[in-house]
């Protein structure tokens, strides 16, 4: 029995020592990464294409319905994810004893969430749709139910992730509206928003930051730039704007290098010049076309961009394009089965990894295989059709967001992936 204990307390050191490595390790805070939502994660040196085959669902965190679109944030140690019952989920970044594991905490929104959580500063901030950006101590409330410690007023925001950058949260609503808000809040209950951006129509598009500018896309068709600071005044024109040939539905701004990326529904990923044109109007640098709609964001690192589609298939392209206008994949991932790629791809260590509404999460050589058409070098089904979830890929772990449809009590579900 003396010998059962000591081994028992052994094991337990152990677990808590990686709890401990994991809270001094990289931090992949808000959607796709960083404020450019490069979806790219150059410090990750565990996962390479050689050792990708050998992970497994190590542990699954536990919500009380499914994940839609919400994605993963992983920051000090904790991971946080969203659901469609109103609810913020933290869990425990190492997960728990057992591997099914209960959140440490929940942050209760009142409306469906479908938005990813930003981590910045001690507070994570989550939209909803009951009209509002909640903000939460990162660590929680010492309870088991946490209150938001302010709200930010305005539209709904719902499939949009707010980023943080420069004492500012920027999220984009369904009202046609992008909401600048004083990242500290206002010392009061709920806060109005320093300045707003208006567009033509529903923002469902995540903004993104670089070198003093937000950019966000529209259903309207258009990207949208504006000063980050604002303009002076409570409403604020763009700087400048980019025509696509259809809306601009869940896809965000990817920029790396100069380059800003955004799909469309009109089936292509386009390229701009992040720093504008010199006129209001702006023409791509280059097109690169995909085979069906795009609700996907592009993921753009170690020269490669790449992005989903609604045929089902990940498209590569080199991130500098091919010389010409119109550009075509230089290679296509797939799996044996069909449905549409919503998950916006993540980008590490020479491996691509994605969700696909088939159930599965995958994982691609990021250079191909030396084909067009290349298989999966990781394979793994959810228990749920739903993987509109995009994945976080820090610390050795692949972590994403769907469901179980065959627990009755916990149908939510955060996926985390180790060798």
């Known amino acids: 029995m003396q ?112 938005s990813s959580p930003a981590v910045m500063n001690g507070l994570v901030y989550i939209g909803s749709q009951t009209k509002g950006l909640h903000v939460f101590s990162a660590a929680g409330c010492g309870r088991p139910t946490c209150s938001p410690l302010w709200i930010g007023t305005g539209g709904s925001f719902l499939e949009t992730g707010p ?37 033509g129509n529903h923002i469902t598009s995540s903004p993104a930051v670089a070198n003093g500018v937000v950019y966000v896309g529209s259903n309207d068709g258009k990207l949208y730039a504006f000063d980050a600071a604002g303009c002076g005044h409570a409403v604020c024109a763009p700087l400048w704007t980019a025509q696509v040939g259809r809306s601009i539905a869940e896809s965000s701004p990817a920029i790396a290098n100069g380059v800003l990326y955004i799909g469309s529904f009109d089936r292509n990923l386009y390229a701009f010049r992040a720093a504008g044109c010199g006129g209001p109007t702006c023409t791509p640098l280059w097109i690169g076309q995909t ?49 549409a790629v919503l998950s916006s791809p993540a980008i590490a260590n020479g491996v691509v990894y994605v969700g696909k509404n088939t ?42 967001g769907s469901g179980d449809q065959f627990d009755g009590q916990h149908p939510g579900r955060l996926y985390v992936y180790q060798l």
């Open 3 to 114: 010998r059962l204990l000591m081994s028992l307390a052994v094991a337990l050191f152990v677990w808590s020592l990686g709890i401990a490595q994991g809270d001094a390790a990289t931090n992949w805070p808000q959607f796709h990464m960083d404020v450019q939502r490069s979806g790219f994660n150059p410090l990750e040196t565990t996962l390479n294409p050689a050792n990708v085959t050998r992970l497994r669902n190590r542990w699954v965190g536990l919500m009380g319905d499914f994940v839609d679109f919400s994605s993963p944030a992983v920051a000090n140690g904790i991971v946080y994810i969203g659901s469609i019952d109103g609810k913020l989920y933290a869990f425990n970044a190492s997960g728990c004893p057992g591997g099914r594991c209960l959140a440490l905490w929940t942050g209760d929104t009142g409306g469906t969430i479908v």
């Open 163 to 199: 980023v943080v950058s420069n004492g500012q949260v920027f999220a984009g609503s369904f009202d046609h509206k992008l909401y600048a808000f004083n990242a500290a809040g206002c010392g009061h209950p709920t806060c109005s928003p320093i300045w707003i951006g208006n567009t």
């Open 291 to 339: 085979g069906n709609f795009i609700g996907s964001s592009p993921a753009v690192g170690q020269g490669f961009v790449v992005i989903g589609s609604g045929d089902g298939l990940l498209n590569a392209f080199h991130a500098a394009g091919c010389g010409h206008p119109v550009c075509q994949p230089i290679w296509k991932g797939f799996s044996n089965m069909s449905a």
């Open 359 to 400: 159930a599965e999460v995958l994982a691609y050589r990021l250079t191909g295989c030396g084909h067009f058409g290349c298989q999966p070098l990781f394979d793994a089904f959810t228990q749920n059709p739903i993987v509109s979830s995009s994945p976080a890929v820090v610390n050795g772990a692949v972590y994403i």
